[in-house]
């Protein structure tokens, strides 16, 4: 009896020592999961990358101002500094001094020689049976002509050059349009990633405000570690984006850069933000503007004059040249002992083939139809390109109060999953949700203005002008001035 006793206490202290020995092992492995270990993973605000700013451009004086960089002046810059619009501005004077080349023919030509010869001749030597050796001695002979008349050859030779120099003005105009619409658009990126940087560092600033949460929740105990920990990673990946987005914008800063011709250019300020310009131009009111000012359709119509031209010179090359020509010559047997002169009016016809000239006619009429052929291929691709942004402005001008809407809901859908966290009601992994959702919504916004103006600054390519409150526009003050100068 007495050893059932003692049986039954000690199964009775068995079961009760194993069970206090679950139960510490439960409390320990439950306290494992809810420990913070700094020790091996540090806090976030421990490891917090160090941001150095560096100096932008000031302006010196009694006191210095942070230079503040407008798209004027960008534009600026680039028409003064660009090497692109340096080069088609050389282009212009080249074609400008080869006016002047094909004008020297209608200037007189002079010409000086001096020299000495030794004669022997084989005729007079053998007829005289003894060596005839002459010395003839050239002090100077001064040569003068002048053309007086080649039957227009000329003449069209500088009409060509004059179309040349033409269609190089034009380019130089083409050129400062691509260039002032890149700036433009480099300009706009650099907007946007200043804008994104800006989402980035509030994303940081709200995912902080979650972590904070977080802890202080599982400080009090009312919320489990895992919650500090989705926080904290939320943190890091928010802090990580915000390093992109400087990056970002400081290659967009060297692109601006690059576009402008300043490259080494120090950091500057941009004292506008992403903003929306109306715009209602007509699509028949563009195609006319390009018309009447695109350099792409100007060009065109020059080329085919040219090569129009070219076949009225090729036609030339069966014409003689008028000309008078004249000689002075002090030599003889010695450097000095005589003198002689010749002049008169000459008519010289080239050398004709007639097969090469015939042939070189059909080549000049071929290339005036492909000129031809070519201007119409350019002006549809005008139209078209006229088209395409016109119509993309109008897509991304439809979409800017589709994505301000969106910024609204998403950021109303932030608050009040922030405000149910906050009350201890609301789940981590929903407010993660709003607040990617937030920032998503405002970074499309942007994006979706930079694509407004971006079309915007296209479409002022495609017609060859700027574009002002709707209204196709440049320099509406000088424009009138020259209106009214023209009348008087």
């Known amino acids: 009896m007495k050893i059932n006793r003692l049986l039954i206490i000690f199964f009775i202290f068995m079961l009760f020592f194993q069970s206090s020995c679950s139960a510490s092992f439960l409390h320990k492995e439950t306290a ?3 420990k913070i270990q700094k020790e091996e993973y540090p806090d976030s605000g421990d490891v917090e990358p160090k941001v150095v700013k560096e100096d932008v451009t000031v302006i010196k004086g009694g006191v210095e101002n942070t230079l503040d960089i407008t ?8 028409l003064g500094n660009n090497p692109r619009i340096q080069a088609a501005m050389q282009d212009v ?21 001096t020299g000495y010869t030794r004669i022997r001749q084989l005729q007079l030597s053998d007829v005289f049976r003894q060596n005839l050796i002459f010395n003839y001695f ?38 400062v349009n691509d260039v002032i619409c ?27 405000s979650f972590y904070e949460q977080a802890k202080a929740f599982y400080q009090a105990g009312t919320k489990p570690k895992v919650d500090v920990t989705i926080a904290e990673v939320n943190l890091s990946n928010a802090k990580l984006s915000l390093i992109q987005a400087e990056n970002a914008v400081d290659i967009a800063m060297a692109k601006l850069n690059n576009t402008i011709g300043l490259p080494y250019t120090n950091k500057y300020r941009i004292s506008e933000g992403l903003k929306y310009e109306p715009c209602d131009i007509t699509l028949d009111s563009a195609i006319k503007t390009a018309q009447e000012s695109r350099p792409e359709f100007q060009l065109a119509e020059v080329k085919v004059e040219e090569a129009k031209q070219n076949v009225k010179l090729v036609k030339k090359s069966y014409f003689p040249q008028l000309s008078l020509e004249g000689q002075f010559q002090v030599g003889g047997r010695s450097p000095v002992s005589n003198y002689g002169y010749n002049f008169g009016g ?33 002006k549809n691709g005008i139209y078209y390109e006229v088209q395409e942004s016109y119509y993309s402005l109008t897509e991304q001008k439809n979409k800017i109060p589709v994505a301000s809407l969106g910024v609204k809901q998403a950021k109303e859908n932030y608050e009040l999953s922030f405000g149910r ?46 574009i002002t409150n709707g209204e196709v ?16």
């Open 93 to 113: 004077f080249a074609s400008d001094a080869r006016i002047r080349q094909a004008w020297s023919s209608y200037f007189p030509q002079f010409g000086w020689q």
């Open 71 to 78: 798209l004027e002046d960008c534009l600026k810059f680039a």
């Open 346 to 378: 000459y008519l010289n016809f080239p050398t004709i083939n007639g097969m090469l000239i015939k042939n070189e006619i059909k080549e000049a009429r071929a290339l005036e139809s492909k000129e031809r052929a070519n201007a119409i291929n350019t």
């Open 182 to 208: 890149e700036v433009k658009k480099a300009y706009y990126n650099l907007q946007y990633a200043i804008e994104a940087k800006k989402v980035a560092e509030d994303s940081v600033v709200r995912y902080a």
């Open 421 to 466: 966290y906050k009350v201890g009601v609301g789940d981590p992994i929903e407010l993660k949700d709003a607040q990617v959702q937030y920032q998503n919504a405002m970074l499309t916004y942007y994006q979706t203005m930079y694509d407004y103006n971006s079309a915007r600054a296209t479409l002022e390519k495609s017609i060859g002008k700027n």
């Open 32 to 34: 494992l999961g809810n």
């Open 473 to 488: 526009n440049l320099k509406p003050e000088k424009i009138k001035g020259k209106k009214s100068k023209k009348g008087s």
């Open 138 to 175: 050239v002090l100077g002979q001064i040569s003068a002509s002048q053309m007086l008349y080649d039957f227009g050859v000329t003449q069209n030779q500088v009409t060509i050059r004059k179309l040349d120099n033409q269609g190089y003005k034009i380019t130089l105009t083409g050129t």
